[in-house]
């Protein structure tokens, strides 16, 4: 194994003993030892545990696995990936374990819900992290934020719903399933009611398809990969976006931020809209090893450049558009130092 040495001295005027020579020459062979090969040997033989802050089967998950299957081999060494779900208080749960017990060595990953460097800002009772003190590795997609109804709902623009009821289910207020409708609500004047408690996104498809509900928010990108046939036949509908950027399969879909009826809150819905850049994002607990952040940042880029991961991509109809980990570092940063004024405001709007 490698090591790094800073030096010793063995006392001034001291001759060094004969176990104190050996000694040295093992610190100084060790030395002498490639940096280059130090990943490599550590991570060689080693499994990396990759932790979703969402249930099981949802897109979170099935991004996470397509991932953990192509990312070994741009490691160096090649480790083990597996994937583990750790739902729970809408991806607070994962996150404050990142960022307190998970171990500082490079072999743990995680995947949070995205909306979680705003719910630090938005809802910090419970919050155990600083989201700028996580490692970013990079973001898979940025999708926006939509609100999407089942074909056979009584409402099916954001203008009925102003006058008529539209029932959305939700996992919970640290959901973008439970945060885009209320925000809707309090600022558009909607009657949108939000049926909470529901597991995660499987459990509020199957609502939506046995009529409990009506439709729900999500994640364009996540909604693409879980129901991909009902969008393409017109089953499952986009009433609503809310975006800082075009998105070209959404352009006949209202955008909320666009379409604002006044600077305020435009600039409340393009807050909202920052947690794109976490949409899909990964990082590692503080204070894991620069050479080992370094390592897997550029296992990350790799991966996502490399034509497999893309053909494997596109034969599951899967959105990827990724941005590098240090530009994610900097759009989390960016969310965290939100004027006070216009987080309460946008607290206020969703109810916490």
Same mark, same amino acid.
């Given at each position: 194994?490698?090591?790094?040495?800073?030096? $010793?001295?063995?006392?001034?005027?001291?001759?060094?003993?004969?176990?104190?020579?050996?000694?040295?020459?093992?610190?100084?062979?060790?030395?002498?030892?490639?940096?280059?090969?130090?990943?490599?040997? $550590?991570?060689?033989?080693?499994?990396?545990?990759?932790?979703?802050g969402a249930s099981d089967g949802g897109a979170y998950a099935v991004y996470a696995r397509v991932l953990a299957q192509h990312l070994p081999n741009f490691i160096p060494g090649k480790p083990t990936i597996i994937v583990q779900a750790m739902p729970g208080a809408g991806g607070t749960k994962m996150a404050n374990y990142m960022y307190n017990a998970a171990h500082r060595d490079g072999l743990v990953i995680g995947t949070p819900l995205a909306p979680m460097p705003i719910t630090q800002l938005l809802r910090p !009772?419970?919050?155990?992290?600083?989201?700028?003190?996580?490692?970013?590795?990079?973001?898979? !997609?940025g999708s926006p934020p939509v609100l999407a109804v089942w074909h056979t709902a009584p409402v099916q623009s954001i203008e009925e719903a102003k006058t008529r009821e539209l029932i959305v289910a939700s996992s919970g207020k640290g959901?973008?399933?439970?945060?885009?409708?209320?925000?809707?609500?309090?600022?558009?004047?909607?009657?949108? #009611?939000?049926?909470?408690?529901? #597991?995660? !996104?499987?459990?509020?498809?199957?609502?939506? !398809?046995?009529?409990e509900v009506h439709g729900r928010a999500s994640f364009y990108g996540s909604m693409i990969v879980s129901k991909p046939q009902q969008i393409k036949d017109g089953r499952l509908r986009f009433i609503a976006q809310v975006s800082t950027h075009d998105v070209p399969a959404l352009k006949n879909v209202p955008n909320l931020v666009a379409t604002a009826k006044d600077d305020e809150t435009r600039r409340m819905f393009e807050f909202f809209a920052l947690q794109s850049a976490t949409g899909r994002a990964y990082f590692t607990p503080p204070a894991?090893?620069?050479?080992?952040?370094?390592?897997?940042? #550029?296992? $990350?880029?790799?991966?996502?450049?490399?034509?497999? $991961?893309?053909?494997?991509? #596109?034969?599951?109809?899967?959105?990827?558009?990724?941005?590098?980990?240090v530009e994610v570092q900097k759009a989390v940063v960016k969310m965290l130092a939100t004027p006070k004024r216009l987080?309460?405001?946008?607290?206020e709007a969703i109810g916490f």
């Open positions: 194994m490698c090591v790094d040495i800073i030096g $010793f001295r063995s006392g001034r005027g001291r001759r060094p003993t004969a176990s104190v020579v050996r000694l040295a020459a093992i610190l100084a062979a060790a030395a002498a030892c490639p940096a280059a090969a130090s990943a490599a040997d $550590f991570y060689a033989g080693q499994t990396i545990t990759l932790i979703v !009772e419970g919050v155990k992290y600083d989201a700028a003190k996580f490692q970013w590795l990079g973001n898979l !997609e959901s973008v399933t439970y945060q885009v409708p209320a925000m809707i609500n309090r600022l558009l004047g909607t009657k949108i #009611k939000i049926v909470s408690g529901y #597991k995660g !996104e499987t459990d509020i498809d199957l609502a939506i !398809e046995r009529g894991v090893p620069a050479d080992r952040v370094a390592t897997l940042r #550029k296992a $990350f880029d790799d991966t996502t450049s490399s034509p497999q $991961f893309d053909a494997d991509m #596109k034969a599951r109809h899967m959105l990827y558009d990724v941005t590098p980990g987080v309460d405001r946008v607290r």
